[in-house]
């Protein structure tokens, strides 16, 4: 028995899977609310070393954006579990699931802004603006490849079935050749 896009499918009821699929939501939630709490400790604790009082405008600009970035990717992170709660036993975990998927996804790319400005913003005290820039536009590439164009490349190869292309093109399914 298939779903709806040809993946095998799983015997669960629409709430089994809403529940399962909250769960799986959850358990991202909290690989990435540790690297932002992480962050956002490392961000707060700047502004009280002596060393903070020497920072240029432009720096205290990055850090103030920077500081506030992670206050929004925390937010974005953990408003699934305030959501759930509001609406704890109303009927309403497809679209808590569907708001709360959204959530993460917006709280990603900001993290990822988050991150890029830490990295300006320490490389520019310790090198320098230029290298600061430059490491600021790695950190965000490679924020952008992991977790943006990776997934998207791994979604492309895989075919309505979810097997990758290399599983179709097997000589186990490949049409016989008649004659």
Not at 12 to 20: M, S
Not at 109 to 127: H, I, K, Y
Request: net charge positive.
């Amino acid at each position: 028995m298939n779903d709806e896009g040809g993946k095998p499918a799983r015997r669960e009821t629409p709430l089994e899977r809403d529940d399962r699929n909250f769960a799986e939501l959850l358990q991202e939630l909290r690989v990435t609310q540790t690297g932002v709490q992480i962050l956002f400790a490392f961000l707060l604790s700047l502004a009280f070393t002596q060393r903070f009082g020497s920072l240029d405008g432009v720096q205290r600009g990055t850090y103030i954006a920077t500081l506030l970035l992670a206050v929004v990717a925390a937010s974005l992170f953990t408003a699934p579990a305030a959501i759930h709660r509001a609406l704890f036993r109303q009927g309403a975990k497809r679209r808590i699931v569907d708001v709360s998927s959204r959530l993460a996804s917006i709280g990603l790319a900001v993290l990822a802004l988050a991150f890029t400005g830490s990295v300006l913003l320490v490389v520019d005290v310790v090198l320098g603006r230029g290298p600061g820039i430059a490491a600021a536009s790695g950190t965000f590439a490679v924020c952008c490849g992991l977790w943006g164009l990776l997934p998207r490349l791994i979604g492309r190869s895989l075919n309505p079935r979810g097997r990758s292309r290399a599983a179709r093109s097997t000589p186990s399914s490949r049409p016989r050749a008649s004659g």
